[in-house]
């Protein structure tokens, strides 16, 4: 139990150190963060589907028989939510 903590609290720390020094880079340097806004939203995103399409849905087909039609029926409505 002590173990996972201390792995836990690594891994929090360096995903905090991360994001200071992103926050500081991003105020220190606001023009060129401005300018490349863009492509910071691209990669979020890419980060985001990634984990989804990788992690996430395989594992939920795993734990669940009616997942893939949980998903579909999410992907539909989100689709008809914007197209409405």
């Given amino acids: 139990m002590e173990h996972t903590f201390w792995i ?5 720390s360096i995903a ?8 500081y880079s991003i105020r220190h340097f606001a023009e060129w963060g401005k300018k490349n806004t863009t ?5 979020a995103v890419g980060v985001l589907i ?4 990788l992690h996430i849905i395989p594992k939920s087909f795993s734990m669940n028989i ?3 039609r949980y998903l579909l029926g ?10 409405s």
């Fill in 39 to 43: 492509y910071f939203i691209c990669f």
């Fill in 74 to 83: 999410g992907f539909l409505d989100c689709i008809f939510s914007i197209v």
């Fill in 16 to 23: 905090a150190a991360v994001t200071s020094t992103g926050i």
């Fill in 66 to 68: 009616q997942a893939p």
């Fill in 8 to 12: 836990a609290f690594f891994w929090s």
């Fill in 50 to 53: 990634s984990a989804t399409f």
